[in-house]
């Protein structure tokens, strides 16, 4: 597939968009370049991220009573981490 004028001129009519000229040149060539990558992604090795057997089994164990992670929070309250509020009511 090709990215053309014409093509990128539909695009943003489907998103609503109007472009000027040199924002679309811009535009035009992120496209093209985008398109090659992927175009070139099926050559890669596939070779896996990881091998067979690497990995560390996947066992329960016994984790921390909430005494001893409470222990290392710098600050806690009833029982739970107290952190500092993020969101505005």
Known sequence: ???TPELLRRLEDLARLRLAPEEE???LEDLRRILEFVNALPAL???PLWQEGRLREDVPRPSLSQEE???VAPAQEEGFFRVD???EE
Do not use: Y
């Open 25 to 27: 040149a811009l535009l």
């Open 45 to 47: 090795d596939e070779t």
């Open 1 to 3: 597939m090709e990215i």
């Open 85 to 87: 509020r993020v969101l």
């Open 69 to 71: 992670a409470l222990s």
